[in-house]
């Protein structure tokens, strides 16, 4: 069965300070992984999918790297603004197109 | 581009009541559509797939005759709770599959949500 953990569950920044959030999964074939952005009541946001290991992927203060059994979404000099839950979910190339999501960890940025 | 629409955006009913959900992808087609379920302060777990012209497909333990699926156009589909329960309280959110320009593979845009409060 697949799984996906993300931790840590909420991480609190004061603004500049970077910092990296964990996503670590278990999965018979990795077709993706993905990372969303969401804020509250609202849709999760794409941000970056990920294919094989050794790949990374940036967007403005965001950068993302996957290996074998984890991805990391790395946040330089994050701004309040990026605060917001930050959701991790993978693909099964044997389940079609549905994706498993972690709990995501909820990241809030201080002035 | 990819932008997915939901309405309504919250909704409140009484508990026996029928409620209808509608997704709508705006500036592109999808044969496959996804309902998710978030309850407070959990992640998003798959309700069913929804495939334009043919039956959805529902994950485990999700009641297919509670939880109507129509996938009618390219572009809409439709989620009806039937006979809602107070448990059926929840945050709806649908995505749209579609291929990125200048990706190889498809990406999952997901629409706002519609909050349901059933009394």
């Known amino acids: 069965e697949d799984q996906v953990t993300q931790s840590p569950e909420a991480l609190r920044l004061q603004e500049g300070e970077s910092s990296s959030l964990n996503c670590s999964y278990t999965?018979?074939?990795?077709?993706?992984l993905f990372w969303y952005r969401q804020d509250p009541g609202k849709g999760p946001e794409f941000l970056f999918t990920?294919?094989?290991a050794g790949e990374e992927k940036e967007k403005e203060r965001l950068k993302a790297t996957l290996t074998k059994k984890e991805s990391f979404l790395h946040i330089t000099a994050p701004k309040p603004e990026d605060s917001a839950t930050y959701l991790c979910?993978?693909?099964?190339?044997?389940?079609?197109?549905?994706?498993?999501f972690g709990k995501g960890t909820s990241l809030l940025v201080t002035p | 581009g990819a932008v997915v629409s939901q309405h309504p955006s919250w909704v409140i009913c009484k508990s026996g009541t029928s409620v209808k959900i509608e997704c709508r992808s705006l500036?592109?087609?999808?044969?496959?559509m996804f309902w998710y379920r978030q309850f407070p302060k959990q992640s998003l777990m798959l309700m069913a797939t929804?495939?334009?012209?043919?039956?959805?497909?529902?994950e485990q333990g999700v009641e297919k005759d509670k939880f109507l699926i129509n996938h009618a156009s390219l572009t809409l589909s439709t989620l009806t709770v039937t006979s809602a329960h107070p448990e059926d309280s929840s945050f709806y959110i649908c995505?749209?599959?579609?291929?990125?320009?200048?990706?190889?593979?498809?990406?999952?845009?997901f629409g706002p949500g519609t909050r349901l409060t059933v009394l």
């Open positions: 500036d592109f087609q999808a044969t496959t």
């Open positions: 999965v018979s074939g990795l077709r993706g």
């Open positions: 990920l294919y094989s």
């Open positions: 995505s749209a599959k579609t291929r990125p320009q200048g990706s190889h593979q498809d990406t999952q845009y």
């Open positions: 979910a993978v693909q099964n190339s044997n389940s079609g197109y549905a994706l498993n």
């Open positions: 929804s495939n334009e012209g043919s039956k959805a497909t529902y």
